[in-house]
């Protein structure tokens, strides 16, 4: 599993500043700092060195997941994420720096750097109009709160190196979903499962499932509506931009589930189900929710042991239960029950616990280690969200936000209307932790931690052990100066004196982990005697 960020993203000094040219500077940012830090190592002088690019050799953005692809011709340039994005002249000219009106030279000018793969196995680029983290693949519900929080603390530095550097004043980003003024962007999730299950299973079990759980995983937005016009607060940052049931649009349109097939792995094998309609989490617990639950409900649908239930138009139903912060609405099913969001998830809940008992896979200390502990999260907050009880909003993100914002309208009277609410929101979600007011919050101990900030830190650097994230991480890490490019399935390496690049597919999510490849990177400290070595196995 992992994750993808949008973030949000502002020059207060500069308001009206193209996106994604300010985007382009903080990937820049961040190469410069990574480039520096390798010179150190290596005690030479510090250069710009170019960073890794993306191999987009393997990328199918328009193969859709029930049965065809859609041409070209009609796909929104959104949708065409298989080409690197290209920026004009007058983009250029202001991504390396040049005022406005200053464009001597601008043909002989490069590209910025919009893409760059990480020595934690991450990829860090522009996504449409903003700075973009997707994580290294993980394999539980822990270590993708670490890797995502890493992320988090990837785009800060970057930003404090810009503000340092250029002298543009603050950017800021911000770990939200829209900018309510009708623009929401994305915090999607990815999770492999087997080729054999049918996508009608999976799409049928996730429905209801994707309608009730933003209860547990709601980051909290303050208005109604895609422009944020309507007077209240609601559960989800996402749930108003949501159009269709099934399609396999992310930007226009947007689904609940959605069927881009574009594996990232030997594709007879796996499936990547993308999923869009989650919100970007600050608080560790919501994520952790998030990915947990999620996962052991494709656990339920691979084997067949999924609740059967259909909502009746989910589309309306998702919104109708983030616009209830009472948690009371009735989600009307086909079969004529009406079931609150927290039913629903107690459903799915029970039915996942059966399944982990009979399995074994959720015995505290014979298990697999984490399906006993997401199962006791998912019961634990359920219960409290049941009861009213306040430690719910220790871990629940939208009511935490909810419950700060409740106090500063009663102690000032104010509307919800109110514009200074809106900049309560804003700060909620921004990255820095001196201004961010989640952050703040957690520092306070007022919001429960799983992963400490020693963890967090460690995997800006470091990569997952137990995925090809490993092998990918290490490549970066290690041999700097002879990769060249990298995708999720494929590392490239230039040699020196070599006529033609080497790629190196890894299509299996599960090799190039540690103890498979640990000792080879340990044996070999030049690229080349690696690759030979790597080559004969």
């Known amino acids: 599993m992992g994750s993808e960020t949008e973030y949000g993203i502002h020059a207060p000094e500069t308001p009206t500043a193209n996106a994604t040219v300010l985007s382009a500077r903080v990937i820049e940012a961040y190469a410069r700092l990574t480039s520096s830090r390798q010179a150190e190592r290596e005690d030479e002088s510090v250069s710009r060195r170019a960073a890794a690019g993306w191999d987009y050799s393997d990328e199918e953005p328009l193969h859709d997941a029930r049965g065809w692809s859609m041409p070209r011709s009609k796909a929104h340039p959104s949708q065409l994420t298989d080409v690197a994005p290209v920026l004009d ?25 919009m893409n760059m793969v990480l020595g934690n196995g991450a990829r860090f680029y522009v996504d449409h109009a903003h700075p973009e983290y997707s994580s290294p693949e993980v394999t539980n519900p822990r270590d993708a709160v670490i890797w995502d929080a890493a992320g988090d603390l990837v785009a800060l530095e970057s930003v404090r190196i810009l503000e340092a550097a250029e002298g543009l004043g603050p950017v800021n980003l911000y770990k939200n979903n829209t900018d309510n003024k009708a623009v929401s962007y994305g915090s999607h999730e990815n999770y492999l499962m087997p080729r054999s299950v049918p996508f009608s299973s999976i799409a049928e ?12 995983c709601g980051a909290g937005r303050l208005g109604l509506g895609q422009d944020g016009r309507g007077s209240g607060f609601q559960v989800s940052q996402r749930a108003d931009f949501f159009e269709a049931e099934v399609g396999l649009e992310t930007t226009i349109r947007r689904p609940i589930i959605n069927t881009r097939d574009e594996p990232h792995a030997t594709a007879d094998k796996y499936r990547r189900l993308h999923v ?111 009861r009213g009880d306040e430690r719910a909003a220790r871990r629940v993100e939208w009511l935490a936000k909810l419950k700060l914002l409740q106090g500063y309208r009663d102690r000032g009277g104010l509307g919800w209307d109110d514009a200074r609410l809106g ?7 921004d990255i820095r932790p001196e201004k961010g007011l989640y952050h703040r919050l957690a520092q306070h101990g007022r919001m429960d931690l799983l992963a400490d900030d020693a963890e967090i830190a460690a995997a800006v650097s470091t990569a997952p052990a137990d995925t090809r994230a490993f092998f990918r991480g290490m490549c970066l890490s290690r041999y700097p100066r002879a990769v060249t490019g990298a995708s999720w399935d494929s590392v490239i390496f230039r040699l020196p004196g070599q006529a033609r690049s080497t790629r190196i597919p890894t299509r299996e999510p599960l090799r190039g982990t540690r103890e498979l490849t640990g000792e080879l990177f340990d044996a070999h400290e030049d690229a080349g005697d690696f690759l030979r070595a790597l080559l004969q196995q």
């Open 89 to 113: 002249a007058t983009a250029v000219a202001l991504a390396h720096g040049r005022g406005e009106l200053d464009y001597s030279d601008v043909e002989s000018a490069e590209q910025p750097l």
């Open 423 to 429: 900049l309560i929101d804003l700060q909620w979600s």
């Open 205 to 216: 079990g996730l429905i209801p499932f994707f309608v009730s759980r933003q209860v547990l």
């Open 276 to 386: 869009i309609i989650g919100d970007a989490n600050l608080s560790q617990y919501a994520n952790y929710l998030k990915f947990g639950t999620t996962s052991l409900v494709l656990g339920l649908i691979e084997a067949g042991r999924v609740p059967r239930m259909q909502v009746f138009e989910p589309v309306a139903a998702l919104q109708d239960v983030s616009h209830d912060t009472s948690l009371q609405h009735r989600v009307r099913l086909i079969d004529g029950r009406r079931l609150t969001a927290v039913e629903l998830q107690w459903l799915y809940y029970e039915a996942a616990s059966r399944y982990a008992e009979q399995s074994g896979a959720g015995h505290p200390s014979l298990g697999d280690g984490h399906t006993h502990a997401v199962l006791q999260a998912w019961e634990e907050t359920l219960s409290w969200l049941e």
